[in-house]
């Protein structure tokens, strides 16, 4: 049997800058439902910094 691992996107995406690239990738295609998943993404990695007490800034 093959062990495979949970990839878990958010723990990848560190910085607001990475959150929007994220975000604007999603929107490329014509799937509405891809964008409604990197949202939920994005929120994860949020939730992430700040138990981390770094939540990035909000310009």
Same mark, same amino acid.
């Given at each position: ?12 995406? !560190?910085? &607001? ?11 490329? %295609? !014509? =799937? &509405? ?6 949202? %939920?993404?994005?929120? !994860?990695?949020?939730?992430?910094? !700040?138990?981390? =007490?770094?939540? &990035?800034?909000?310009?």
């Amino acid at each position: 049997m093959i062990a495979t691992s949970c990839f878990e996107i958010a723990d990848y995406i !560190e910085s &607001p800058a990475d959150m929007l690239e994220y975000l604007e990738m999603a929107m490329e %295609g !014509e =799937n &509405p439902d891809v964008f409604i998943t990197a949202l %939920g993404h994005v929120a !994860e990695a949020w939730q992430k910094c !700040e138990k981390k =007490n770094q939540a &990035p800034a909000v310009d």
